[in-house]
Structure formats: structure tokens, C-alpha cells
């Protein structure tokens, strides 16, 4: 089992900036992707950006340029540091972990995000 814990979000203006970070913990091996989705009300849950262990990077249209995902793998965190947010931003992001080798994916609870004036 692998828990996440997940902190950050909050409210911020449109153009603002904002990050969200998630603690990975129990039984993690280390082929692994981390990343975060994003579900607004009345829409389905959606990628924003993964990170592999190794490094490798993924993001979603909507937010390239703006959005930037990191890991620490010493200590299985991923960091989102959101830039130029808009109001479309806002949404409950959800932090995921997989292993990558089993397909396995846990999920955090989830944070929230609102970009509003």
C-alpha cells in the first residue's frame, strides 16, 4: 500500500501562482510515476502533468508553459508550481502515484484550487 498525502492549494487571482505538493509513504518501489489530475464541478477527472521516477515529463494542453511538475525522489514528493492560473484552473487536484511495473495507482484526497477575483 502506498498512502499520499497532499498539501498547498488554496484561492488566488487569475494570473496568480500557486503550488500543490504530495508525500508518498509505505511500500513504494522505485519504477514509479507520480502526477497530479484535476476534476472541475461536473466534469470528468483529467491529467494535468506526471513525472516518472526518472524523470521524464508529461502535461496536458491546457497547461503547458504555465504548469511545471518536480520530484524529489529521496523523499517521494511531487510538486506542481501552477503559473498564470486562470479561472479554468479551478478544480480538486488529486495527487496519483502508480507503479509502474504492476499498473497499480493510488490516489490522494484530493486539494482545492480556485482562481477567482
Known amino acids: 500500500q502506498v498512502q499520499l498525502v497532499e498539501s498547498g492549494g488554496g484561492l488566488v487571482q487569475p494570473g496568480g501562482s500557486l503550488s500543490v505538493s504530495c508525500a508518498a509513504s509505505g511500500r513504494i518501489f522505485s519504477f514509479n510515476r507520480m502526477g497530479w489530475y484535476r476534476q472541475a464541478p461536473g466534469k470528468q477527472r483529467e491529467l494535468v502533468a506526471e513525472?516518472?521516477?526518472?524523470?521524464?515529463?508529461s502535461y496536458a494542453d491546457a497547461v503547458k508553459g504555465r504548469f511545471t511538475i518536480s520530484r524529489e525522489n529521496a523523499a517521494n514528493t511531487v510538486t506542481l508550481q501552477m503559473n498564470s492560473l486562470k479561472p479554468e484552473d479551478t478544480a480538486v487536484y488529486y495527487c496519483?502515484?502508480?507503479?509502474?511495473?504492476?499498473?497499480?495507482?493510488?490516489w490522494g484526497q484530493g486539494t482545492q484550487v480556485t482562481v477567482s477575483s
Open positions: 496519483k502515484f502508480r507503479h509502474i511495473l504492476s499498473g497499480v495507482d493510488y
Open positions: 513525472i516518472t521516477s526518472g524523470g521524464s515529463t
